[in-house]
């Protein structure tokens, strides 16, 4: 059965660092690729990160570039997004999810992100 | 950046009855890489249909997809009430990947 179990959401400041984990089980971690989505508080969802396999190749939504950083460990079965230059607009459910190619098709249950002094 | 336009926004129905929920897409979509998800209250959302009509394990028959291009529906045959819950379109032809705005179902 694949699990997902994303952590390390939290409340701090604007301007502050968050790191999130999303540990996976299930599956073989090394062969797939995956991605971050989150959703605001009563909104829809939006794409944030997707990373490769391998972790070769990332990409990122223009609101995060430059300030989220999407990473993993194929050793450890761990999935990261550290969120630096946080904003009261990246306030959020952040759910990590397996791709299959570029489809999301299992998502973990997420974890808040409250950005606010 | 690809926009999915929903419609409608909500839609009351009775169990038992058939829903039809559309999504529009602002460009063709490649490959037909499309989606449909379900999101109940307080939970993830759930894979229905991709590659717009390919049913995800699991789901059950009366929900199915179609369409192509820029115009796709999900189709709810008979409504169960677990059913009744916010759903989601979303192509994945096209970086970044992007979501309609959601189709509420609820219990008339």
């Known amino acids: 059965e694949v699990q997902l179990l994303e952590s390390g959401g939290g409340l701090v400041q604007p301007g502050g660092s968050l790191r999130l984990s999303c540990a996976v089980a299930g599956f073989t971690f090394s062969d797939y690729g995956m991605s971050w989505v989150r959703q605001a508080p009563g909104k829809g969802l939006q794409w944030v990160s997707g990373i490769r396999s391998s972790g070769a190749e990332t990409y990122y939504a223009d609101s995060v570039r430059g300030r989220f950083t999407i990473s993993r460990d194929n050793s450890k079965n761990t999935l990261y997004l550290q969120m630096n230059s946080l904003r009261a607009e990246d306030t959020a459910i952040y759910y990590c999810?397996?791709?299959?190619?570029?489809?999301?098709?299992?998502w973990g249950q997420g974890t808040p992100v409250t950005v606010s002094s | 950046e690809i926009v999915l336009t929903q419609s409608p926004g909500t839609l009351s129905l009775s169990p038992g009855e058939r829903a039809t929920l559309s999504c529009r897409v602002s460009q063709s979509v490649t490959n037909n890489y499309f989606a449909w998800f379900q999101q109940k209250p307080g939970q993830a959302p759930r894979l229905l249909i991709y590659?717009?009509?390919t049913r995800a394990t699991g789901i059950p028959d009366r929900f199915s997809g179609s369409g192509s291009g820029t115009d796709f529906t999900l189709t709810i045959s008979r409504l169960e009430p677990e059913d009744f819950a916010v759903y989601y379109c979303?192509?994945?032809?096209?970086?970044?990947?992007?979501f309609g705005q959601g189709t509420k179902v609820e219990i008339k």
């Open positions: 979303q192509q994945y032809a096209f970086s970044p990947r992007t």
């Open positions: 999810a397996k791709d299959n190619g570029w489809l999301a098709s299992y």
């Open positions: 590659a717009a009509s």
